[in-house]
């Protein structure tokens, strides 16, 4: 029943400078992790970021140093501020949300995306 809505994403020269939010209808606690992946034109998706409940962070190795992903609980939303971006970062980017069903499973909440351009 939970809703993901990004937002945030544009149009950027490189080397500037974007902070993308993704805004829950439900409580974020209630997923174990929270993400950010990315698909480009012609590529497969991508995982970017991601965070846990407990603070725990994971980057692609391409955005480590650029990228942080964060989270406001009281405000169920998870963020990701991506700087120095570059013309390869250009891809739809999305919103993940990930919990355990059972032992064995996985349930992922995906949003519509929301488009980053990095250009000159």
């Known amino acids: 029943q939970v809703q993901l809505v990004e937002s945030g994403g544009g149009l950027v020269q490189p080397g500037g400078s974007l902070r993308l939010s993704c805004a829950a209808s439900g409580s974020i606690r209630s997923f174990n992790t929270m993400g950010w992946y990315r698909q480009a034109p012609g590529k497969q998706r991508e995982l970017v970021a991601a965070?846990?409940?407990?603070?725990?962070?994971n980057y692609a190795d391409s955005v480590k140093g650029r990228f942080t992903i964060s989270r406001d609980n009281a405000k169920n939303t998870v963020y990701l501020q991506m700087n120095s971006l570059k013309p390869e970062d250009t891809a739809v980017y999305y919103c993940?949300?990930?919990?355990?069903?059972?032992?064995?499973?996985?349930?992922?909440?995906w949003g519509k995306g929301t488009q980053v351009t990095v250009s000159s």
């Open positions: 993940n949300a990930q919990t355990r069903v059972g032992a064995v499973n996985m349930y992922n909440l």
């Open positions: 965070i846990t409940n407990g603070g725990i962070t």
